[in-house]
């Protein structure tokens, strides 16, 4: 996925053409060559929100598993 660099001057300039230019695509906001942050759009913002909770439940169903607690078989269909 193309990332557009920006400074952090040019975002303060013109926010909305800095975002405009990255065609729904983040940016990457620069201060002294330095990465400050980096802007990304609502639904990327929600995809990476999603993956780090799935990656919390993922570790919380690990420990229980490494922990002994006994499984129990479900078909999908069951669900």
């Known amino acids: 996925m193309p990332s557009l660099v920006a400074s952090i001057s040019e975002l303060k300039k013109n926010p ?4 405009d230019e990255a065609e729904g695509h983040p940016v990457r906001i620069l201060d ?6 980096y802007c990304v759009p609502p639904d990327i913002y929600k995809q990476l929100v999603e993956m780090a909770e799935d990656q919390g439940l993922n570790a ?7 922990g002994g607690q006994e499984t129990v078989p479900v078909a999908l269909r069951d669900l």
Do not use: C, G, M, Y
Request: net charge positive; hydrophobic share 55%.
């Open 32 to 37: 002294r060559d330095q990465t400050v942050f």
């Open 60 to 66: 919380i169903a690990d420990a229980r598993l490494s």
């Open 16 to 19: 909305i053409k800095v975002l």
